[in-house]
């Protein structure tokens, strides 16, 4: 049985956002057709202006609903520690620790031959000039423990390097509260080459 075309065009619009397979989408779209059309509207609003309220920082690169954002205006943050991610979600993973108190800088991607992703598609340019600006003494590379995210790393630490600013990795290993004998050999392996002296 197809459904109603509303019905089919809604759980097809679903489907594009990630997470979601055919059945999660036509629960989802079930629910809101249960929903208030209040509650409805105010979501369909609610992405609609989406793309014309938030843009990009024109420092960070971070999601933001003004020009400069509330983290790289944030006067009890420090100037002297750049860290970069590579996608805007990341900016909140770090800062969830609490451990962080610098400015960040956002790439949008890592570089990836084979689909096309070279240092141009990157956000690198913005962040060369904020170092040679000279508040950055530290930049700390948070990009993913992954292929793109390692070579990423690694191509952003020369181009700094010459800048004279400290380059800094954060360190991969044993996710806390896991069991040693579920680590595979290349988080055992960076768990050992980032160990530290007690
Ligand atoms: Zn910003």
């Known amino acids: 049985m197809d459904y109603p075309a509303p019905i089919a065009s809604l759980i097809e619009e679903l489907r594009r956002l990630p997470g979601l397979g055919p059945k999660s989408a036509q629960r989802l779209a079930f629910f809101l057709l249960k929903a208030r059309n209040e509650d409805n509207k105010r979501l369909a609003s609610a992405i609609e202006t989406l793309s014309d309220r938030v843009g990009l920082c024109e420092r960070c690169n971070a999601f933001t609903d003004l020009a400069i954002c509330f983290?790289?205006?944030?006067?009890?943050?420090?100037?002297?520690?750049?860290?970069?991610v590579e996608e805007p979600g990341n900016i909140m993973a770090v800062d969830r620790s609490g451990g962080y108190r610098g400015r960040y800088h956002v790439l949008h991607g890592a570089l990836s031959p084979i689909h096309g992703i070279g240092p141009d598609e990157l956000r690198i340019q913005g962040?060369?000039?904020?170092?040679?600006?000279?508040?950055?003494?530290?930049?700390?590379?948070?990009?993913?423990?992954?292929?793109?995210?390692?070579?990423?790393?690694?191509?952003?630490?020369?181009?700094?390097?010459?800048?004279?600013?400290?380059?800094?990795?954060?360190?991969?290993?044993?996710?806390?509260?896991?069991?040693?004998?579920?680590?595979?050999?290349?988080?055992?392996?960076?768990?050992?080459e980032g160990r530290r002296e007690f």
């Not at 423990?145 to 004279?164: D, Q, S």
Request: charged share 25%.
């Open 127 to 192: 962040l060369l000039e904020r170092v040679r600006e000279g508040l950055a003494t530290e930049v700390i590379l948070a990009t993913s423990p992954t292929v793109e995210g390692e070579a990423t790393a690694i191509y952003l630490a020369r181009l700094l390097k010459v800048l004279g600013v400290k380059v800094t990795r954060i360190a991969t290993g044993i996710p806390a509260g896991s069991d040693l004998e579920w680590a595979d050999e290349v988080t055992m392996t960076r768990a050992l």
């Open 71 to 84: 983290i790289c205006t944030d006067p009890s943050r420090v100037d002297t520690v750049v860290c970069v």
